[in-house]
């Protein structure tokens, strides 16, 4: 699936626009879906509830970005900025944030993640996050 274009050109002309048109249209959600938005700076852009999903999002500014509900699952944002971003309840399931930068352990605590999601060194995984392969337990 690729993303909707008229959305990505939308992120890419103006946040102040781009967040105005969120508050307008509520019920529309974002189709950013493997959307190539490496290097962009994207600081306080609403991207809640939208879907990212194997976006390309290196280098990305998204400093304080509301990504609350948002689905980064398989999405990569290495060396991405993320000082206080807005992670409540997103999807990080294999999602790359290898060497994203101010990433806080709050911030992943908000988050849904499993062992596929990559997370800067020394940073430590949430316990909540269920393993994406569920034990089958045998029965005797």
Known sequence: P????EHVERLLRNIDEWNEWRDAHPDIIPDLIGAYLENV???LADLSNADLSNADLILANL???????ANL????LVGARLIGVDFDHA????????????????????AKGDERTQLPEGTPRPQHWAPAVKQVSRIH
Do not use: P, V
């Open 41 to 43: 700076d994207l600081t």
């Open 91 to 110: 999807d990080l399931r294999g999602t790359n944030l290898s060497t994203a930068e101010d990433l806080t352990g709050e911030q992943l605590a908000e």
């Open 2 to 5: 690729m993303a909707n274009q």
């Open 63 to 69: 400093t304080a970005a509301d990504l609350s509900f």
């Open 73 to 76: 699952s398989g999405a990569n």
